[in-house]
């Protein structure tokens, strides 16, 4: 216990370190989970250790602070686990065509490796070697989009200097692209990496697939950001990607199923409980009705959705559908 103690001290340290703006006892708090107290005695520790410890909160109601850099000098050391971790999502992201973030990985990856002392590289290194032949990413079916070059590094422009993109745009059906400009507003990684961008100032952003972007260009003039609109908040809404008015879904999976489902995170907004039959009841507030079928499919006959009703009969039409699509095969 006073191992772990020791740990957590020093972990907080790191992070007072690592943090321009500093941490409040609610940072602390939620990172350690622990008690208003305990984040007290946690902070006053390392005070206690370390003088240099100061308050950056410039006289706001919250209180912060933070170790200046170089406070921890030589003992932070990067393990063979934390390089195979960042190594590992470099090869992920790759795997899903995003060249641009993996490469990101690999030139943070040489930064350490750089920063740290040449005999403690030796150390790990083997055991870096061990690690990344022995673990990797099982093959998942899904989309591996073609991206322009240089569209990431483009976009995050546009987006932390509140730029107008222009860009031709080929919608989903259209025969051919259609030159727009939207204020972009974020990106969203899932089954395919989206923008999130307003298509005229103060109207609800959309999304705008990656690989349909060609010719993009800024603008000059930059765009006044909503204030009130959250990127969080804008995933929220939907089940994965799929952007529609949400509504309240209830699905229930069998007793044998449960400890599994349990497990699982449908979406943030859920709820879950078991009923006297040990059954799992999971309740959340979403749109993207087609995704929720799809992915309910995945479930077999282990999931019932007992409401809304619309969304169970379009899971039977999609179904359908499926079924006369390819028993016409068979016949054929």
């Not at 973030?101 to 920063?115: E, H, N, T």
């Not at 309240?248 to 907004?269: G, I, K, N």
Request: hydrophobic content about 45%; proline content about 6%.
């Amino acid at each position: 216990m006073h191992y772990l103690k020791l740990e957590n001290i020093l972990r907080l340290a790191l992070a007072f370190q690592g943090t321009r703006e500093g941490l409040s006892l609610a940072d602390i708090q939620q990172s350690f989970n622990v008690g208003r107290r305990t984040a007290e005695r946690m902070r006053d520790a390392v005070a206690r250790v370390f003088p240099q410890f100061e308050r950056c909160d410039n006289g706001e109601r919250v209180r912060r602070w933070r170790l200046p850099q170089g406070t921890l000098g030589g003992l932070v050391a990067l393990s063979a686990e934390e390089l195979a971790a960042i190594e590992a999502a470099a090869a992920e992201w790759r795997g899903r065509g995003l060249e641009e973030r993996a490469a990101a990985l690999d030139s943070a990856s040489a930064k350490l490796r750089a920063m740290t002392r040449p005999d403690h590289l030796r150390r790990v290194e083997p055991d870096l070697e061990v690690l990344m032949e022995a673990e990797g990413s099982a093959l998942r079916p899904g989309p591996r989009p073609t991206l322009p070059e240089g569209i990431l590094a483009l976009l995050r422009r546009g987006i932390l200097g509140c730029l107008p993109l222009t860009m031709d745009y080929r919608s989903r059906g259209a025969p051919e692209a259609a030159r727009i400009t939207v204020h972009p507003y974020g990106l969203l990684y899932g089954s395919r990496p989206l923008l999130v961008a307003a298509p005229e100032p103060w109207t609800e952003p959309r999304l705008y697939r990656l690989d349909r972007m060609s010719s993009l260009e800024l603008g000059n003039i930059p765009f006044v950001r909503r204030a009130d609109f959250s990127l969080k908040a804008f995933a929220q809404r939907a089940f994965a990607t799929f952007q529609e008015a949400p509504f309240d879904v209830v699905l229930r999976f069998d007793a044998e199923t449960a400890a599994e489902a349990a497990q699982w995170r449908f979406h943030p907004t859920q709820t879950t409980e078991r009923d006297a039959e040990g059954r799992l009841i999971v309740r959340f507030h979403a749109g993207g009705a087609q995704e929720m079928c799809w992915h309910i499919f995945t479930w077999g006959t282990s999931v019932e959705i007992l409401s809304p009703e619309a969304l169970r009969e379009q899971l039977c039409a999609l179904l359908q559908a499926a079924l006369d699509h390819h028993t016409g095969l068979n016949a054929g």
